[in-house]
């Protein structure tokens, strides 16, 4: 036997019969309105979810552009003057050879025009360092064991090249190295003309960013060599399946 009384038996009880119940006409718009708030909650949350999703990636394009528009100018600015250097430096060979003194005080005021160059240094087919340097014998050392100093050798007329973040064996910071070949009239190499970057200058170019505490700011090279962070937690931000997923959206394929 049901426990419920007998006028609440809906299975007997005809639907018509049901909406003439007055708990019924009570229940029924509450019901109702509560579908429609609930449905309109949801309908807000998902449309304020994908606004704040889209208003992030706006947000985070913007920040990488303008970080792209300042580092490719620093590295722009460096690459003009290396050139320069070469060209002054070729067109003394091309009167005989190089003049020490001239091209020092060359090398000196291109450095006092561009602040963010830390320095400028030339140094024969050899790999020895003989210009843009201090006078002390220790500030005089050979780099041609350094990978960026053959490329540069071996490129293309009129090519400048950038290393991968390496140790400078001046100081022991991290930098990267600019490198350019000087050729001769008869198109040998002469020398290379170098300008060491260092990484902490792309820690300052982001430390004034505010992302928040969940966020993060990172620039990698081409081959996604972390080259600065915000905080050393982006160490651990970008490892795991969240590098995975950048390394695939970066380069179209797994990670190798």
Do not use: C
Request: aromatic share 8%.
């Amino acid at each position: 036997m049901s426990s419920l009384p007998e006028r609440w038996n809906l299975r007997r009880i005809p639907w018509t019969t049901l909406e003439r119940e007055p708990l019924f006409r009570v229940i029924a718009p509450v019901l109702l309105a509560n579908l429609v708030f609930f449905g309109l909650a949801a309908l807000t949350l998902y449309q304020s979810h994908r606004h704040y999703d889209e208003q992030a990636t706006q947000e985070n394009q913007n920040l990488a552009y303008t970080l792209e528009a300042n580092v490719s100018g620093v590295l722009d600015r460096i690459s003009i003057t290396l050139a320069s250097i070469a060209s002054e430096a070729e067109g003394q060979l091309a009167t005989g050879s190089i003049r020490p003194q001239v091209l020092d005080a060359f090398i000196d005021r291109q450095r006092d025009v561009n602040p963010e160059i830390d320095s400028i240094r030339v140094s024969d087919a050899s790999g020895r360092v003989i210009y843009g340097v201090d006078e002390k014998a220790e500030a005089r050392f050979n780099i041609s064991d350094r990978e960026y100093f053959a490329r540069a050798r071996d490129s293309a007329l009129g090519h400048t090249i950038r290393s991968a973040p390496i140790v400078s064996r001046l100081d022991g910071r991290l930098v990267i190295v600019l490198a350019r070949a000087v050729r001769r009239p008869d198109g040998a190499v002469a020398a290379v003309v170098t300008s060491p970057l260092p990484v902490s200058y792309f820690t300052e170019l982001i430390a004034a960013i505010d992302v928040g505490k969940r966020g993060v700011v990172a620039i990698r090279d081409g081959d996604l060599t972390l080259l600065s962070e915000e905080e050393t937690r982006a160490r651990q931000v970008l490892s795991g399946r969240v590098y995975e997923r950048m390394w695939e959206y970066l380069t179209g394929e797994p990670v190798p």
